[in-house]
């Protein structure tokens, strides 16, 4: 069973600034089947990325997916207010723990 | 549009089972992926299982002697039923599907709470 370790656990940035995410496997990811969620409190997750790099419909462009193997990457280019939220990776039956992005 | 809605008791006492139901709107139940996620209050997402109508299905391996999932196609629904329930299963539930993968869901329901306690 794979599992994906994210860091930062937390992430202070103002609104403006470059956010880079990162989600670690402990083995290879197949057919680099990975996604990005964003979640606000009392929300529902919400695919942004899969694919490692597709942007799920409605997903701004200021967000970007890289990576492949066991190194992902989520970029946000330009913090907008709403960006800042829980980030969860994922791949197929294994989330990893999220990473909180608040604001500095 | 793709709309997913949980329903169910909202307290269930310890050593029952644990029944949510989703149902499905704006998309017929055959063609997708569908996944139940659990999230306990304040901590992170775990991932129950999916089903797919050909029968495809795969569970957590933490849960799996107490977990089954189902689709009713006549109601376009899908359930969890999760038996010998403990604290420890207090968690928001949230289903969740997707038409092409069932490595990602695209579409989730608003979650339900379920508080295990006597």
């Known amino acids: 069973e794979i599992v994906l370790t994210q860091s930062p656990g937390t992430l202070s940035l103002s609104p403006g600034e470059r956010a880079t995410l990162s989600c670690r496997a402990s083995?290879?990811?197949?057919?680099?089947?990975l996604a990005w969620y964003q979640q606000k409190p009392g929300q529902a997750p919400r695919l942004l990325i899969y694919?490692?790099?597709r942007r799920a419909g409605g997903t701004p462009d200021r967000f970007s997916g890289s990576g492949s193997g066991t190194d992902f990457t989520l970029t946000i280019s330009r913090l907008e207010p709403e960006d800042f939220a829980v980030y969860y990776c994922q791949q197929y039956e294994t989330f990893g723990q999220g990473t909180k992005l608040e604001i500095k | 549009q793709v709309q997913l809605q949980e329903s169910g008791p909202g307290l269930v006492k310890p050593s029952e089972t644990l029944s949510l139901t989703c149902t499905v709107s704006?998309?017929?139940?055959?063609?997708?992926?569908w996944s139940w996620v659990r999230q306990p209050p304040g901590k992170g997402l775990e991932w129950i299982g999916y089903i797919f109508n050909s029968g495809g299905s795969n569970y957590n391996p933490s849960l799996k002697s107490r977990v089954t999932l189902s689709l009713d196609t006549s109601k376009n629904q899908f359930s969890l039923e999760l038996r010998s329930v403990t604290t420890a299963d207090t968690a928001i539930y949230f289903c969740a599907g997707d038409r092409n993968n069932r490595a990602w869901s695209y579409y989730w329901g608003q979650g339900t709470l379920v508080t295990v306690s006597s």
């Open positions: 083995q290879s990811v197949t057919n680099n089947y």
């Open positions: 704006g998309a017929s139940i055959s063609n997708y992926y």
């Open positions: 694919g490692a790099s």
